[in-house]
């Protein structure tokens, strides 16, 4: 098997601000290709068609909610094993280890730092394929 290389991200995001800013923080080093979605419906119907290496996937959100957008990706047969990161403000320690139980790679915690981001992401996918 040839290397993994992380180019693509699908961001999932209810807020347009931290949409906008998390695109920055990712394209803005050339590092990365990020497709931006609203919501947990828009994700599953644009993953097929963008193919993300990666998904960074808020937890809050009206409708689908992370865990529900996660479920949802799983039953995908071409992301049943994706690389999924979940971004909340919600940083209890029980609260990470559950999400963590649910199979994802790393919880990035909000407010999160837009300059470190882009490595951050980068870290997290080398410890899955390094």
Not at 36 to 43: K, M, N, P, R, Y
Not at 67 to 91: C, E, H, I, Y
Request: charged share 25%; hydrophobic share 50%; aromatic share 6%.
């Amino acid at each position: 098997m040839g290397e993994q290389v992380l180019h693509r991200v699908l961001h999932v995001e209810d807020e347009e601000d931290i949409r906008m800013v998390t695109k920055l923080a990712l394209e803005g080093p050339g590092r990365f290709v990020v497709e931006s979605c609203e919501s947990g419906a828009v994700a599953l119907e644009k993953a097929l068609v963008f193919k993300p290496d990666i998904f960074l996937i808020d937890v809050m959100m009206p409708d689908m909610d992370g865990s529900a957008t996660l479920q949802a990706l799983r039953g995908l047969p071409a992301f049943s094993d994706a690389v999924v990161v979940f971004m909340t403000a919600r940083a209890q320690p029980c609260e990470i280890e559950r999400f963590k139980l649910l199979g994802i790679a790393e919880v990035i915690v909000k407010p999160f730092d837009p300059v470190t981001l882009s490595e951050r992401m980068l870290a997290i996918w080398e410890n899955r394929y390094g």
